[in-house]
């Protein structure tokens, strides 16, 4: 018998598929944003890094609910149950990750012209990375023990 089969790393692989994303649209814009200020020479932002790398954390997330899915080591009969969560639970962290790339990169984009708002970029991150965090805390709290 097998056991502790949990998601079938689908929470983790859905995340890492939005992280991948995320970062890849943020980090485009960041891109253009340096070529920008080379084209006008000025200082190329080294900060705009901070927002192309915000959608990783989705992937640890994804990790952390995979691993505790697994340690509930459900009955055999409850893996279509594990798959269908933790496919939910992996899409839903996986366009949190890629919708924080979005907004990264518009928060590249208007810091590299502007200058300002770091700070309020940084905060429309944190609030679009909560999602992901309470995917991962609602649905490893209804796990069984």
């Known amino acids: 018998m097998i056991a502790g089969l949990g998601d079938m790393g689908l929470s983790l692989s859905m995340a890492a598929v939005g992280s991948a994303l995320g970062t890849g649209v943020a980090g485009m814009a960041a891109i253009g944003a340096w070529k920008r200020a080379f084209l006008q020479n000025k200082m190329a932002p080294f900060i705009l890094i901070a927002f192309v790398g915000a959608p990783l954390s989705q992937t640890i997330y994804g990790m952390i609910l995979r691993n505790s899915i697994q ?54 991150l944190g609030v679009v990375e909560t999602v992901s965090l309470f995917v991962m805390v609602f649905i490893m709290t209804a796990l069984p023990k």
Do not use: C, H, R
């Open 71 to 124: 340690a509930a080591n459900m009955p055999p009969e409850s893996y279509t149950f594990q798959i269908i969560l933790g496919l939910g639970a992996g899409l839903a962290l996986g366009f949190s990750a890629w919708m924080q790339g979005k907004t990264g990169a518009s928060a590249a984009d208007a810091l590299a012209e502007t200058g300002k708002g770091f700070g309020n970029y940084i905060m429309v």
